[in-house]
């Protein structure tokens, strides 16, 4: 079946560095890709939305120049967190809609910022 | 914007047993699709089911059934013959029909099965 697969599992930073986390479809091509955060106990957020070859479309409150979205192919989208703060602790996690589910989800990068 | 509520923070069932989670949501389109996700510990998102605005019928898979109410705008899991494994925060979730096919998430029911 579609696997998408999200690198790295979990990640710990210090404070004021920069991380990216790679979202992958393994076997279909993605034109979309879409970015959830959840924190502990609490629902996933979409933060946004990624286009193949265009801009990100972010939802409000989401800050674009934070977090920074390159979709470069049709199997491959970027989440960086930069200058990351203790505050964008959380679950990140990624997915894509797909040939045999309305959506297939990585399964998520802890980051934990020190 | 579309909104989704569960109301139920905290569920548990004795195994074996059947339970409802409830969901309810908020939309001014009348063509969407509604789902429900199984998050287990692991965390990885997992579709226990799915359901067409426009179809009348409810939706089955084996022990997992849905209440569609579209007047109402409820859409509650049924879980039947409960089983350890069903240990999971299940999330409700909307959809729009067409263009964008990005999900909108409830607030979660994390569900206890007591042996």
């Known amino acids: 079946g579609a696997v998408v697969s999200q690198h790295p599992s979990w990640v710990i930073c210090k404070s004021g560095t920069s991380v990216k986390i790679e979202c992958r479809s393994l076997?279909?091509?993605?034109?979309?890709m879409f970015w959830y955060r959840q924190f502990p106990k609490q629902s996933l957020m979409l933060m946004a939305t990624?286009?193949?070859?265009?801009?990100?479309?972010?939802e409000q409150g989401v800050e674009k120049d934070k977090f920074l979205i390159n979709h470069a192919s049709l199997t491959l989208s970027t989440l960086t967190v930069t200058s990351a703060h203790p505050e964008d602790s959380s679950f990140y996690i990624c997915?894509?809609?797909?040939?045999?589910?309305?959506?297939?989800f990585g399964n998520g990068t802890r980051l934990t910022v020190t | 914007a579309q909104t989704v509520t569960q109301s139920q923070p905290e569920m548990s069932v004795q195994e074996a047993e059947t339970v409802t989670l409830s969901c309810t949501y908020d939309?001014?389109?009348?063509?969407?699709?509604l789902f429900w996700y199984k998050q287990p510990p692991s965390r990885q998102m997992i579709l226990v089911i799915r359901?067409?605005?426009?179809?009348?019928q409810n939706a089955t898979e084996n022990r997992f059934s849905v209440n569609f109410q579209k007047a109402a705008k409820s859409f509650s899991l049924k879980i039947s013959d409960s089983q350890l494994g069903d240990a999971a925060m299940y999330f409700c979730?909307?959809?729009?029909?067409?263009?964008?096919?990005?999900?909108?998430f409830g607030t979660g029911t994390r569900l206890t099965i007591i042996p």
């Open positions: 997915s894509a809609p797909g040939p045999t589910a309305p959506l297939h």
């Open positions: 076997d279909f091509q993605a034109t979309t």
């Open positions: 990624s286009n193949e070859g265009s801009k990100a479309t972010y």
């Open positions: 939309t001014s389109e009348s063509d969407y699709y």
């Open positions: 359901q067409e605005a426009y179809k009348q």
């Open positions: 979730a909307y959809r729009e029909d067409f263009g964008n096919e990005k999900l909108t």
